[in-house]
């Protein structure tokens, strides 16, 4: 990823392929733009006289200028209502931008950051700082492309080939806070690509030990500690709920301890802890093999946690946050884990295995129960749980749960700035009951007229958490693979990377 360039010209003296103007739906045209419509002979004001643009979200208006202005082409992109311009809006008109320029062989392109201040000040929801940082954002999250595995003949040409120049335009008092702004988003694009990358990869490279490997790599890089616990460890703690999801697979299973400390040495963590299933066939439970393939990506709560540690650090947060990846293969085999065995968990509790597809809460629950030690301030748990939570929020936003109604709104609420949404759903008593076994403390899933999959599921979460310890778990199931967002392409989302450094940077 080339960095961004921070440019101060004048509009019609800048030198780009395309200059990108961000426009309100209702905003009138301001001078600059009455100049530059002047100059292209009213190509502007007829474009919007005839509706063909109005600044609807997402709307596009390409206009050529033939020589008449330096810039070779003007590209209008529409933000909506002007009240409602949100950071997420700007993500996604900053991609459709880039989106626009892919068809139009372009190798600069200039985005002018949008002055939405002034007397609408008070109705925005977003900071004028974060502007730069939204549009830097949504443009470089859109660029991403996972062809690793194509020959190169095959690679396909994207704007990543084509496109050698991208730059903010802004005015020379917010120079400072562009290139800030930019630098900072570069980071962040940075850990959920690394994120991508892992969920991208197929199951037959991105194996526990992978995954492990490239944390400690990430560790390295950016100077936090991560330290791998194998089998003989997990053994040690009495880790069985873990182990026994591993002992299907000849893949040896990892837990990845990742800790960086960027906060007063005695300041309590938060502790992120992210399923890192590498490929779930559901073992004995097994799944229909239609669209199986997708499950390479049970992993991508390991890849956040992953990408987020890298981001806080790169970032220097002045926090301390600790990541907890356990790693492994969910396979059928004649090791396996059968439904009825009973494992007995690094907490004490026995657990009653009635569906080995349920394998991401066995795996949870002696990572959770690990996170103990670090005394947290708060443990946020990251998964692909339940085919039940795809149902309920569909790929619009992730589900939380949890015991502390202050995290819960944290969460909710820095989903919403960054554009990866959550939906609180509720935990009652009953929900617990309903993962009480017959013959063991718990069972890995509740009697079939209960319902609320992704509910039972917490609730068995919910029982390796200490009660005073705020916990929240993301089912992230519906929002990691495949959203169809102008920066998001299809496959791996990276979910969770910027919601959690939006939480982490808010908490600080
Ligand atoms: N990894 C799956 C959940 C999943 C489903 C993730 C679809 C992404 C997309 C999980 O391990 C699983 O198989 N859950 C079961 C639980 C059931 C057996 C109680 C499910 O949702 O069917
Ligand atoms: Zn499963
Ligand atoms: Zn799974």
Request: aromatic fraction near 4%.
């Amino acid at each position: 990823m080339k960095p961004i360039k921070i440019k101060t010209d004048a509009f019609i003296s800048h030198n780009t392929d395309c200059l990108t103007l961000f426009r309100p739906e209702e905003e009138k045209p301001d001078a600059t733009l009455k100049e530059i419509d002047q100059k292209l002979n009213g190509a502007i004001s007829s474009a919007y006289k005839n509706k063909r643009f109005e600044g609807k979200a997402n709307q596009t208006l390409w206009l050529d200028t033939l020589g008449n202005i330096k810039p070779k082409a003007i590209l209008l992109v529409g933000l909506g209502p002007d009240k409602e311009v949100t950071a997420e809006k700007l993500r996604q008109a900053s991609a459709t931008a880039l989106k626009q320029i892919e068809k139009n062989k372009t190798t600069s392109l200039s985005l002018a950051v949008p002055d939405l201040t002034g007397d609408k000040k008070n109705n925005l929801k977003i900071e004028p700082e974060h502007i730069a940082c939204a549009l830097a954002e949504g443009a470089l999250l859109s660029l991403y492309r996972f062809e690793e595995y194509k020959s190169k003949d095959k690679k396909s040409k994207n704007q990543n080939d084509s496109l050698e120049e991208l730059s903010l335009l802004t005015d020379a008092s917010n120079q400072a806070i562009a290139r800030k702004s930019a630098q900072k988003a570069h980071k962040i694009v940075d850990a959920v690509f690394t994120a991508r990358d892992l969920i991208s990869h197929p199951g037959n490279r991105a194996t526990p030990t992978f995954l492990a490997q490239t944390a400690k790599k990430v560790a390295r890089a950016n100077q936090f500690t991560c330290k791998i616990l194998g089998r003989k460890e997990m053994e040690k703690f009495g880790m069985g709920a873990l182990l026994g999801v591993s002992q299907g697979s000849t893949e040896p299973p990892a837990l990845i301890v990742m800790e960086y400390k960027g906060g007063p040495k005695k300041q309590a963590p938060v502790v992120i802890v992210g399923k890192g299933i590498t490929f779930d066939t559901g073992g004995i439970s097994i799944k229909p093999s239609a669209n199986m393939g997708e499950m390479k990506m049970d992993m991508s709560g390991g890849a956040a946690t992953i990408g987020a540690l890298q981001a806080a650090a790169s970032l220097k947060l002045p926090i301390n946050v600790v990541g907890l990846v356990p790693a492994a293969e969910n396979m059928p085999s004649g090791n396996a884990i059968k439904p009825g065995d009973i494992l007995k968990s690094m907490s004490g509790k026995t657990i009653e295995v009635l569906n080995t597809d349920a394998e991401g809460r066995l795996v949870l629950a002696d990572a959770l129960t690990y996170s103990a030690r670090y005394k947290p301030r708060a443990v946020i748990d990251l998964a692909t749980l339940t085919g039940a939570c795809v149902v309920a929020l569909g790929h619009q936003a992730g589900a939380v749960i949890g015991n502390n109604a202050d995290l819960i709104q944290q969460l909710i609420a820095s989903g919403e700035t960054s554009g990866e949404r959550l939906w609180n759903l509720p935990l009652w008593e009953e929900h617990e009951k309903a993962v009480k076994s017959d013959i063991a403390d718990l069972k890995n899933i509740s009697a079939p007229n209960v319902g609320a999959g992704t509910i039972t599921a917490a609730a068995f979460l919910k029982a390796f958490v200490d009660d005073k310890t705020p916990w929240a778990h993301l089912d992230i199931a519906g929002v990691a693979w495949e959203l169809d967002k102008p920066y998001i392409p299809k496959g791996a989302s990276g979910f969770g990377v910027r919601l959690l450094i939006h939480y982490l940077e808010n908490i600080s």
